[in-house]
């Protein structure tokens, strides 16, 4: 078979309704007859992408949090360890022959994506893709569910926080309240309008921002290096790693927390999946899967030695009550005054170059399921051929985030909210896997071209389950990481899927019962070759006189 042939068969396949034709409708947006959006994306830029979701406020913000959790320098770097472990998902010999096509994943998160992605390589979206495909039934229930929580977690507030913070300090400004959010504010609208006006330009500013925070990470590391060596004023530089273990605790809400930041900064390794429709090539789910490999590899590097350099530079105590200022402190005991205002600002760029292309594709396939309220508009690439509306949309709610929380409890908040439900949709697409292969195989279709191996399945939905379970344990005093109740944020991220559910059933079932219509889906198109699902109601009298 030709490769235009076997394109055009895998395009097919995604077309055809997951449920017979037994009064039951398909479930999914229906895939575009030409690419509105371009097929902009190559194995650079996918990487670039990639690199550039995870090189924003973790790396900077988050090893004090991890170490006033953990108590000790060995668990903070054990973390630093497990997080990309848990991420990972080939072999290193996809690297070493390129040309070979592994019919087995080695472990969690990049090869779940990777098998999904290999059953649906037309799909922009990624999670809600697999969702919709792997639950149609209750119909549209699951990708309601997980629509509404993407679009509602869809802010950058953490990114936004951290950059008002360290240019603040840059600066000598106090960081209070309020500067700290009126910087945050006009950072996301800048952002905003930059992804908003071009893609191919977007693309390429992030690839540049995303080539600048590498050199960024890549001179913290050299001057870790150097303190290490000695040849910088830092008098002990191994002090705090003569008793790596002391302080150590083994409370469970104490490691949940610690892995749920660590594994916050590797956030965006998947992030080239979510426009797997827009990547050049006959082999896109390759192509994605392997940029994947690269920037996990590679930053897990640059994430371990930083870690490192901050541990040689900065006394035990100060990196544990940093906050998200642990980088300002490593600059100051190495560099004096004038290093702690001109180096924050890299630390900043780094942030503000942190350019969520992908999660406004996530919030266009939403729509164009007919899961948000005028799914034309959201869907339309008109007139500047970006999705102007998702991106719009995404800053409106990162804004609201910012003026809504108190700004000293904003940042570890909003990490911890945005994590917990997606851990529930995480676990959904691990069992996902299981009845799509199930599925597959009884109509006759052949396995995915890449599989993730059981054992590794298995592994990533117990981890998930446990990150679930571990934060409601009670933290130790002086332990917890807001200056509220530890687990507010699971309580807020079971009510918002409560609320998904509650809106599902008025919505699908009880209105619709009620006045004597049924939910049914109709394609539309435009005239810029896009297409969405709308949702619209048909009359039982209507279906009768039919």
């Given amino acids: 078979m030709r490769d235009d042939d076997r394109e055009e068969s895998s395009i097919q396949e995604e077309t055809v309704p997951l449920l017979p034709p037994n009064g039951h409708h398909p479930v999914g947006a229906p895939v575009e007859k030409t690419d509105v959006l371009g097929r902009e994306v190559t194995l650079v830029s996918a990487t670039m992408l990639n690199v550039g979701q995870i090189i924003g406020s973790g790396i900077y913000a988050v090893p004090g949090v991890i170490l006033n959790s953990v108590g000790s320098i060995a668990l903070l770097l054990a973390f630093w360890i497990l997080a990309p472990i848990f991420a990972f998902g080939e072999q290193l010999q996809l690297l070493s022959n390129p040309s070979q096509e592994l019919t087995e994943c080695s472990c969690a998160g990049l090869?779940?994506?990777?098998?999904l992605a290999s059953m649906f390589p037309h799909r922009s979206g990624a999670e809600?893709?697999?969702?919709?495909?792997?639950?149609?039934?209750?119909?549209?229930?699951?990708?309601?569910?997980?629509?509404?929580?993407?679009?509602?977690?869809?802010?950058?507030?953490?990114?936004?926080?951290?950059f008002a913070q360290y240019t603040l300090?840059?600066?000598?400004?106090?960081?209070?309240?309020?500067?700290?959010?009126?910087?945050a504010v006009a950072m996301v609208i800048t952002t905003v309008g930059s992804v908003a006006i071009s893609t191919k330009w977007s693309l390429r500013a992030s690839n540049f921002f995303t080539f600048f925070k590498i050199l960024s990470?890549?001179?913290?590391?050299?001057?870790?290096?150097?303190?290490?060596?000695?040849?910088?004023?830092?008098?002990?530089?191994?002090?705090?790693?003569?008793?790596?273990?002391e302080g150590t605790t083994w409370n469970a809400n104490a490691l949940a927390t610690a892995f749920v930041k660590s594994n916050?900064?590797?956030?965006?390794?998947?992030?080239?999946?979510?426009?797997?429709?827009?990547?050049?090539?006959?082999?896109?789910?390759?192509?994605?899967?392997?940029?994947?490999?690269?920037?996990?590899?590679?930053?897990?590097?640059?994430?371990?030695?930083?870690?490192?350099?901050?541990?040689?530079?900065?006394?035990?105590?100060?990196?544990?009550?940093?906050?998200?200022?642990?980088?300002?402190?490593?600059?100051?005991?190495?560099?004096?005054?004038?290093?702690?205002?001109?180096?924050?600002?890299?630390?900043?760029?780094?942030?503000?170059?942190?350019?969520?292309?992908?999660?406004?594709?996530?919030?266009?396939?939403?729509?164009?399921q007919g899961l948000l309220p005028y799914p034309a508009f959201f869907t339309s690439v008109k007139p500047l051929g970006t999705p102007l509306a998702p991106v719009a949309l995404k800053g409106f709610l990162t804004i609201l985030v910012l003026v809504a929380l108190p700004a000293k409890?904003?940042?570890?908040?909003?990490?911890?909210?945005?994590?917990?439900?997606?851990?529930?949709?995480?676990?959904?697409?691990?069992?996902?896997?299981?009845?799509?292969?199930?599925?597959?195989?009884?109509?006759?279709?052949?396995?995915?071209?890449?599989?993730?191996?059981?054992?590794?399945?298995?592994?990533?939905?117990?981890?998930?389950?446990?990150?679930?379970?571990?934060?409601?344990?009670?933290?130790?005093?002086?332990?917890?990481?807001?200056?509220?109740?530890?687990?507010t944020y699971c309580v807020a991220g079971i009510v918002l899927l409560l609320l998904c559910g509650l809106y599902y059933w008025l919505w699908i079932v009880v209105l619709p019962r009620v006045w004597g219509y049924e939910i049914v889906q109709e394609v539309e198109e435009h005239p810029d070759g896009a297409r969405n699902t709308r949702l619209v109601r048909r009359y039982k009298t209507t279906v009768v006189e039919d």
């Fill in 111 to 115: 090869a779940i994506y990777s098998e």
């Fill in 128 to 162: 809600v893709v697999y969702l919709e495909q792997a639950y149609p039934r209750p119909r549209f229930l699951v990708s309601t569910a997980f629509a509404v929580t993407a679009v509602l977690t869809s802010f950058s507030a953490s990114n936004a926080l951290v």
């Fill in 169 to 183: 300090s840059a600066f000598d400004i106090p960081i209070t309240a309020r500067s700290q959010t009126s910087l």
């Fill in 217 to 245: 990470l890549i001179l913290i590391v050299a001057t870790g290096i150097a303190v290490l060596t000695g040849i910088t004023k830092i008098e002990d530089p191994w002090a705090n790693f003569h008793e790596p273990f």
């Fill in 264 to 368: 916050h900064a590797f956030v965006g390794y998947h992030n080239a999946f979510n426009v797997l429709g827009e990547v050049r090539g006959k082999n896109p789910v390759r192509t994605v899967r392997r940029a994947g490999f690269i920037s996990l590899f590679l930053v897990s590097v640059l994430f371990l030695f930083i870690n490192i350099a901050y541990i040689a530079a900065v006394p035990r105590e100060e990196i544990r009550n940093s906050g998200q200022l642990v980088a300002v402190l490593f600059f100051r005991h190495v560099f004096g005054s004038t290093g702690a205002r001109i180096f924050p600002l890299l630390v900043a760029c780094s942030c503000f170059g942190n350019i969520t292309i992908g999660q406004a594709r996530i919030i266009r396939e939403v729509a164009r």
């Fill in 409 to 487: 409890d904003a940042f570890n908040f909003v990490v911890d909210l945005a994590s917990y439900p997606n851990l529930v949709f995480h676990c959904a697409m691990a069992l996902g896997i299981w009845i799509l292969r199930k599925r597959r195989r009884q109509e006759g279709k052949e396995p995915a071209a890449f599989q993730a191996q059981n054992i590794v399945i298995l592994l990533y939905l117990v981890s998930c389950i446990l990150l679930l379970v571990l934060p409601w344990v009670p933290p130790e005093p002086g332990h917890a990481d807001v200056s509220f109740w530890y687990a």
